[in-house]
């Protein structure tokens, strides 16, 4: 409501955006009636719409039982709307450049129209074991989003759906999926999953894509277009590998313009094979294991990146397997990773850090150090000058941590705004009940109820194009750079005077929270 509310020019975006999504809803359950016998993709399709639409009939029978007066509040194309969150973005483009409206024109019509926002960050290291025969990994991801949207869940999905509409037909591969989200949306527009199965454990996290060649959207047809949450909640439960994940989600390349990484943890495993001695001389067959060590780690890690229209995927666990000068760390900001991506978008990607120094590679060597580096390269808008000062920001934390000679997992979310925690906590060490052994190095330590950094000097922030709560910021206004994020949490209070149009119905005051780290009973 308060983007579409803004002003007549969003009021009219919104309106085209509701009946597109209202059409696109029809074609959608239309196709999946007639294709989901035989095609599991629009099987999967289907079932997140019927999902949704009993979304929709719990919400107004619960409003009928408790107040008569909230019965239809939100109409079913807000329910659309809130679940392609992820599309809105560039969407917005779309109808900046394509469609017709003389609605507050100011600028020259022949001018290109995009909207740059502070990328979601997220870092992924792979390493080896002492011995390298298992490896670990550490993960973390920030989202970038709104103020006004920090009203968080952690969701769980245990749903035993079939493969295709034939009950008789196997269950999903993909049958527990966990993730970060939001009241009303069935997936996690923050991009981060873990998915489990009787043959799956793997991670799936994405952050949102930079596209300066606008041309691309000559060849989209958004009247076509499938939301991205659908999508990707069919490619969560379909895949047995990263590799069909990516296929999966390829089928419509159209809106939700992301980079995706895709890690598959059973194989960081070792082989038991491998340790097997050959009975003739007793000693192991390293060429042979070599061999299969290779082979069993091929589609460990899959990146896709999708632009308007377009799609490129491929296997890259080589370069997180190779481990020398510590190239084994990838740091994802939104600028395209493949060449080809790179070139069509037109980013001049010097102007970016996208590399990492061999010594900061090797200081990331805990979930403690993810956190540091996520913190002291966050974004809050609500610290720029006043007159610059947006309701904008990295505004979660989440850090995933998997050592598979322990087979434990570590899992930390953190909401709200960035800011740096000055304290010091002690290490707690891992209970010998879980397997821990004092000569491993575990994946990282389990710490006490926050996850705290010291910093001395926070480092220099990259200038950061934003879209604000009251205007909309063209491609060449900037907000000014911060020389370091604030060691105080954020509080609504703080900046009531110059964002009090803002609705945060819901929210507490201080956004001061500890981790959370689900303990599910089920």
């Not at 809130?82 to 001018?111: C, F, G, Q, V, W």
């Not at 245990?158 to 999903?172: E, L, R």
């Not at 805990?366 to 000062?389: P, V």
Request: proline residues 3%; contains cysteine.
């Amino acid at each position: 409501m308060s983007s579409c509310d803004r002003d007549e020019n969003a009021q009219h975006f919104c309106t085209w955006l509701r009946e597109l999504l209202e059409n696109n809803f029809n074609e959608i359950k239309e196709t999946a009636a007639s294709k989901s016998e035989h095609d599991h993709y629009w099987h999967q399709i289907n079932l997140y719409f019927i999902q949704l639409k009993g979304l929709e009939t719990g919400y107004r029978q619960g409003a009928k039982r408790a107040r008569s007066d909230l019965e239809g509040a939100i109409p079913w194309s807000d329910f659309l709307l809130m679940n392609s969150a992820a599309d809105i973005h560039d969407l917005k483009i779309y109808y900046e450049n394509y469609i017709p409206n003389d609605i507050n024109r100011t600028t020259d019509e022949t001018e290109p129209k995009n909207f740059f926002l502070p990328s979601a960050t997220m870092i992924t290291k792979i390493y080896p074991t002492g011995n390298a025969s298992t490896w670990q990994l550490l993960f973390g991801h920030s989202s970038a989003g709104s103020y006004t949207s920090m009203l968080r869940i952690q969701k769980r999905y245990k749903f035993h759906y079939h493969i295709a509409s034939n009950q008789n037909s196997n269950t999903v591969p993909g049958m527990d999926i966990a993730f970060t989200g939001y009241p009303g949306i069935l997936a996690s527009t923050d991009d981060f999953y873990i998915i489990k199965g009787k043959q799956v454990h793997a991670i799936v996290a994405g952050v949102g894509i930079k596209n300066e060649n606008l041309e691309l959207w000559q060849t989209v047809n958004v009247q076509k277009a499938m939301p991205l949450a659908a999508r990707v909640m069919a490619a969560n439960r379909l895949a047995q590998s990263r590799r069909s994940w990516t296929k999966a989600l390829s089928r419509h390349p159209f809106t939700g313009s992301k980079q995706w990484i895709t890690i598959d943890l059973n194989k960081l495993s070792p082989l038991e094979s491998l340790y097997e001695l050959d009975e003739n001389n007793l000693e192991l067959d390293e060429e042979a294991a070599s061999i299969e060590r290779q082979n069993h780690l091929k589609g460990l890690v899959w990146i896709a990146e999708q632009l308007p229209g377009r799609m490129h995927m491929r296997d890259v666990s080589a370069f997180f397997l190779e481990t020398v000068d510590n190239s084994t760390t990838w740091l994802a900001s939104g600028i395209p990773y493949y060449k080809e991506i790179l070139e069509a978008s037109r980013v001049n990607n010097e102007a970016y850090i996208t590399n990492l120094t061999a010594a900061e590679s090797r200081e990331l060597n805990n979930l403690e150090a993810i956190d540091k580096f996520l913190r002291t390269r966050g974004f809050r808008g609500d610290l720029l000058d006043d007159e610059q000062s947006v309701a904008y920001g990295n505004i979660d934390i989440k850090l995933f941590a998997y050592n598979a000679r322990l087979g434990m997992s570590d899992y930390h979310a953190f909401a709200g705004p960035v800011f740096i925690r000055l304290q010091h906590v002690q290490t707690r060490s891992l209970p010998a009940a879980m397997g821990y052994r004092g000569d491993l190095q575990p994946a990282s330590l389990i710490r006490d109820d926050r996850l705290s950094v010291v910093v001395d000097d926070a480092a220099e922030l990259a200038e950061l194009q934003v879209i604000t709560e009251r205007r909309i910021v063209r491609d060449d206004m900037r907000a000014i750079a911060m020389s370091q994020i604030s060691s105080s949490p954020f509080k609504w209070s703080s900046v009531a005077e110059k964002m009090a149009n803002l609705q945060h119905a819901g929210h507490p005051d201080e956004w001061n929270f500890g981790k959370v780290s689900p303990k599910w009973a089920w």
